[in-house]
C-alpha cells in the first residue's frame, strides 16, 4: 500500500501564498501522473492541477497563472505553490497519484489538508 500525505495548509490571508506538498511513502512502487483535487464547504471535489510523469503541469482556469505545479520524483513528492490566494481558494486540497507496482496500476488519494484564505 502506498500512501499519501499532504502537508503545507493553513490560514492565511487573501493574496498570501502556501506552498503545498504530497509526498508518497511504501516500497516497490513508481509514481506516474499526479493531480490535485479540492472540495470546499458544500461543494463537490474539484480538479485543480494535473502533472505529468515527465513534469508538464495543468491547471483549470480559476488558478490559472496563480498556482504552480511540480514534482521531485527522486523524492516522490509533488509540490502546489499557491499565489495570490483568494477567498474562493478555502477548501481541503487532496492529492492523488497514479502508483504502479510492477505491471500492476492502482491510484492513491492522500488525507487532505485544510486551506483556509480569510481576513
Known amino acids: 500500500q502506498v500512501q499519501l500525505v499532504e502537508s503545507g495548509g493553513g490560514l492565511v490571508q487573501p493574496g498570501g501564498s502556501l506552498r503545498l506538498s504530497c509526498a508518497a511513502s511504501?516500497?516497490?512502487?513508481?509514481?506516474?501522473?499526479m493531480g490535485w483535487f479540492r472540495q470546499a464547504p458544500g461543494k463537490q471535489r474539484e480538479l485543480v492541477a494535473t502533472?505529468?510523469?515527465?513534469?508538464?503541469?495543468y491547471y483549470v482556469e480559476s488558478v490559472k497563472g496563480r498556482f504552480t505545479n511540480s514534482r521531485d520524483n527522486a523524492k516522490n513528492t509533488v509540490y502546489l505553490q499557491m499565489n495570490r490566494l483568494k477567498l474562493e481558494d478555502t477548501a481541503v486540497y487532496y492529492c492523488n497519484a497514479g502508483i504502479q507496482r510492477g505491471p500492476l496500476l492502482s491510484d492513491a488519494w492522500g488525507q487532505g489538508t485544510l486551506v483556509t484564505v480569510s481576513s
Open positions: 502533472i505529468t510523469s515527465g513534469g508538464t503541469a
Open positions: 511504501g516500497s516497490m512502487f513508481s509514481i506516474n501522473a
